[in-house]
């Protein structure tokens, strides 16, 4: 794990200000994550009230986006952070726009899954959604927590991982094609199903972002849109 040191300020004040929004970015990461779990379960026992909850807290989660905007936006303007400063301010942004991009996600999740209940359908596949969806989860998991403890070599591993969710992607909506050509009947309940697995896919998509920012915030490097193994090489 890097260690980065922040600077510690004779302001008591602004080294308040800057872990009252690293602390708040942890925060709305756990309600995120929590979120995209309870949309997990949801699908597995089939719960309408889950859903439900899911979709009722999206707004908290909107609302902590702007706030947090806010007070970065603050800090800019008061402090003028420079160096280290500066890029924690710029990756707690960017971080905050992939989590509500994360938690809006999860309320689509939702809104399909009681599409899905309403219509009443049995379907093993199901089961695969399931499995991609735990995958992601664990992913997004370990990227809030590389975020948090500042390990851009655990950052590194996980924007690596996200080849593997984009390839269990491809291969679960190949078979819910497959099945609509065998049982045009099922195609609706189906394209929910490929709708939801695109949802879970994206939200791999901005947990690999913020593994990206995690590195940029430690080392200082700018990686998206890099090759990852010539980005190792480089940096770590």
């Known amino acids: 794990m890097d260690n980065l040191e922040f600077d510690q300020h004779t302001s008591k004040e602004y080294n308040n200000e800057l872990e009252d929004v690293r602390n708040h970015l942890l925060k709305m990461g756990g309600m995120v994550e929590n979120q995209l779990r309870k949309a997990m379960l949801s699908l597995k026992d089939r719960s309408v009230e889950l859903a439900n909850d899911v979709l009722a807290k999206g707004d908290i989660i909107d609302d902590m986006e702007i706030k947090l905007d806010g007070e970065c936006t603050r800090i800019i303007a008061k402090r003028q952070p420079a160096a280290s400063d500066l890029r924690l301010i710029i990756a707690v942004m960017k971080s905050i726009t992939d989590l509500e991009r994360i938690g ?121 849109h890099k090759d990852i193994q010539a980005v190792k090489e480089k940096l770590f």
Do not use: W
């Not at 999740?109 to 359908?121: C, E, F, G, P, Q």
């Open 104 to 224: 809006d996600q999860a309320e689509k999740i939702a809104h399909i899954l009681k599409d899905l209940m309403s219509l009443d359908y049995q379907s093993p596949f199901y089961v695969e959604l399931d499995h991609l969806g735990q995958k992601v989860l664990g992913v997004l998991s370990a990227s809030l927590n590389a975020l948090a403890r500042l390990d851009a070599d655990q950052a590194v591993e996980l924007v690596e991982k996200d080849q593997l969710i984009n390839a269990h992607f491809l291969e679960l909506n190949d078979h819910l094609i497959e099945q609509m050509v065998r049982a045009p009947i099922e195609v609706k309940a189906l394209l929910h199903l490929s709708h939801c697995a695109k949802s879970l896919e994206r939200i791999g998509d901005h947990a690999k972002n913020i593994c990206e920012y995690t590195i940029y915030l430690v080392k200082g490097k700018d990686i998206r």
